[in-house]
């Protein structure tokens, strides 16, 4: 049995220490917040074997460029003049091509579908109550291009193995009956499953204090103590802490601490944000906007809309322009739902760590043999959760890995 510390409390972390206890090792998870926000509360909720195209994908740096001075566009890079985010963003140019998507399809699908089995697992092993459906996700489409776009993805989805497929408008409003749609036309990913996910981290999160996991909240690691390739303490900003094994899930703040091991970590933080309403929609199949890039999901007693991937370093200042972005393609998209003053006022928002190539960094890396670190999953850190944790667990238990895991390498070039 080893006493492994992890550093960051969301849904990679929990998992984590999860899948650890359960190897019989001893575990304490350290969070700088409450554990109450941030990124993997106001998520979308998705379990998205249909994401399996990497951010950086051909002709995104193009649109990024586009976007850069519109604050309300569906990816919004703020230029700056740092050395971190230059370093970043040329790596992501070089990384949206072809055959970079090519080599992430299979990783991004297997570990995206090994993590959805892991949430049924969990949940019935554990006889855990979180919601969880398996309605699938629809793509929704206002404009011809759009769609032509998406039904490629779709036929690329299905040649994976997925259950993707081109709906006409009769088969649209076959699935949603109750709700008035503008679009062209949709694609329908049956693949697909949603959650709520608070209720999730509140479950899990109980379910670790009952078996013995520790919790140190409001709690910041400051820095690293390392002694020939290994950590020998971390200290915080209330006490210094000893361990066998250490897990960096910590999120955006990754690299900050990464750093200290004298890893360069290219991470950037990414904002998305959420607006939610108890308003009856009719909506009941999770949805993604595609023009607007505003994912649309029904959760237990409320709907939720969510989206916009904002490039402006760590912050959690929020941008009312891009909640009204959100609110206005709503609209657009769904003509009899108008979300309320009260609702965008109430909107929330999170980070999420982006690595240039659109791939967490799962693994070890040559700099220390005693941590393994489990960020960088952007908006795919809800469906690739379990599966991480499973991963981590695995790693510092020394068993083989459930999956290939060298395409995730911390230490990979770009």
């Given at each position: 049995?080893k ?12 998992c984590?220490?999860y ?13 700088q917040s409450?554990m ?10 998705y379990l998205?074997?249909s ?8 002709g995104?740096?193009?649109?990024g460029?586009?976007?850069?001075f519109n ?7 703020k230029?700056?003049l ?10 992501f140019?070089?990384?949206c091509?072809?055959n970079?998507v ?7 699908k297997s ?7 892991l ?5 019935q092993?554990?006889?855990?109550s ?8 629809l ?18 989805a299905?040649?994976e193995?997925l259950?993707?497929s ?19 036309g949709?694609?329908?990913y ?8 608070h209720e ?7 379910y ?9 909240l ?9 002694d ?15 361990a066998?094994e250490f ?20 991470l950037?933080?990414?904002k ?10 009719g909506?009941?199949i999770p949805?993604?906007?595609?023009e607007a ?66 791939l ?6 040559s700099k ?5 670190i489990?960020?960088?999953?952007a908006m795919?850190g809800?469906s690739?959760?379990t ?7 695995e ?5 083989t ?5 060298n395409?995730f390498?911390?230490?990979r070039?770009f």
């Amino acid at each position: 049995m080893k006493h492994c510390i992890i550093i960051g409390g969301g849904i990679i972390g929990l998992c984590s220490a999860y899948y650890l206890q359960k190897e019989g090792h001893q575990v304490t998870v350290v969070d700088q917040s409450g554990m109450d926000s941030g990124a993997s509360y106001v998520n979308a909720g998705y379990l998205s074997p249909s994401h399996i195209v990497p951010l950086s994908a051909p002709g995104v740096m193009k649109k990024g460029l586009k976007w850069m001075f519109n604050s309300s566009s569906p990816l919004y890079i703020k230029p700056r003049l740092e050395s971190d985010f230059l370093k970043w963003v040329l790596a992501f140019n070089k990384s949206c091509n072809a055959n970079h998507v090519k080599k992430a399809i299979p990783a991004i699908k297997s570990i995206s579908l090994l993590s959805q089995d892991l949430y049924d697992d969990i949940k019935q092993t554990e006889n855990f109550s979180f919601h969880y459906e398996k309605k699938g996700l629809l793509m929704l489409c206002q404009t011809e291009k759009m769609l032509e776009e998406e039904v490629k993805t779709a036929h690329l989805a299905k040649q994976e193995g997925l259950d993707a497929s081109e709906i006409s408008l009769q088969e649209l409003k076959t699935l949603e009956p109750n709700v008035n749609i503008n679009v062209k036309g949709a694609t329908y990913y049956k693949c697909d499953s949603h959650t709520t996910p608070h209720e999730f981290m509140v479950e899990m999160k109980t379910y670790l204090q009952t078996v013995g996991v520790q919790f140190l909240l409001n709690e910041k690691v400051e820095d690293l103590t390392v002694d020939n390739r290994k950590i020998s303490e971390i200290k915080t900003n209330k006490q210094s802490l000893k361990a066998d094994e250490f897990v960096l899930a910590a999120g955006s703040w990754s690299n900050l601490l990464s750093e200290k091991l004298g890893l360069k970590l290219l991470l950037q933080a990414g904002k998305g944000y959420r607006i939610n309403t108890t308003q009856t929609t009719g909506i009941q199949i999770p949805s993604i906007l595609t023009e607007a890039k505003v994912a649309v999901t029904p959760m237990n007693g409320f709907t939720r809309f969510a989206g916009t991937m904002e490039i402006a370093g760590i912050n959690n200042t929020i941008n009312n322009t891009r909640v009204e972005a959100i609110s206005q393609a709503t609209t657009r998209f769904y003509p009899n739902v108008e979300l309320t003053q009260e609702e965008k006022q109430d909107a929330a928002c999170g980070l999420r760590p982006v690595t240039p190539d659109g791939l967490p960094y799962i693994g070890k890396s040559s700099k220390c043999e005693n941590l393994t670190i489990a960020t960088g999953h952007a908006m795919m850190g809800w469906s690739m959760g379990t599966a991480t944790g499973k991963l981590v667990s695995e790693i510092i238990s020394n068993h083989t890995t459930s999956l290939d895991i060298n395409i995730f390498t911390p230490d990979r070039r770009f």
